[in-house]
């Protein structure tokens, strides 16, 4: 299985939360429909969560627009500043994986320091929690298009093989970009 790479931040001054996305059909509402039994969320080679639950401490799968692993939890801010691996696997009611990506995400002590080389911020799928950062419906359509035409897509999961983004979100942020400069 082929694993996608995303970066994640998270900043010591906001929410302590990781938002995961799961490639699941959008077009699926109900949580029972997407037959998960287990998951695991694995932080640097170290099973930290394992029960789906909806309270600080356990991963919460859920929709909004997409669906997401997220863990809400402030034991995160417990890790050391820089860079992390987190692991995510999903599996079916049959005991069968069905995801199992993996990532890197940042902690970093002040949002400040989330700046890029020009001293402007990078975007994150946090971005994806403010309306603000949106495109419009067409700018996203004809983004999603480019890319679902592009070899570089992997397209079980819809994730770009160059930045290791859910393109199906990454297309809806205004300032995000191809990877490879085609659009």
């Not at 320091?113 to 975007?123: L, N, P, R, S, Y």
């Amino acid at each position: 299985m082929e694993q996608a790479v995303m970066n994640i931040s998270i900043y010591r001054d906001s929410i302590p939360f990781i938002s995961y996305p799961l490639p699941f059909d959008e077009n699926i509402n109900i949580f029972s429909e997407l037959k998960i039994r287990n998951a695991l969320i694995i932080i640097d080679n170290e099973i930290k969560y394992n029960e789906i639950i909806m309270e600080e401490g356990g991963i919460a799968i859920s929709k909004r627009g997409f669906w997401y692993a997220e863990i809400y939890d402030n034991k995160l801010f417990d890790l050391e500043n820089g860079e992390h691996e987190l692991s995510v696997q999903v599996f079916d009611v049959d005991g069968n994986e069905i995801v199992n990506n993996k990532t890197i995400f940042t902690i970093y002590k002040k949002q400040e320091d989330a700046k890029d080389e020009h001293g402007e911020e990078d975007v994150t799928p946090l971005d994806l929690l403010s309306s603000k950062n949106y495109t419009t419906k067409e700018i996203r359509n004809e983004r999603l298009d480019i890319c679902k035409a592009c070899p570089r897509l992997f397209k079980p999961t819809k994730t770009c093989k160059e930045c290791g983004c859910f393109m199906s979100m990454k297309t809806w942020l205004k300032d995000a970009s191809c990877p490879i400069g085609k659009w």
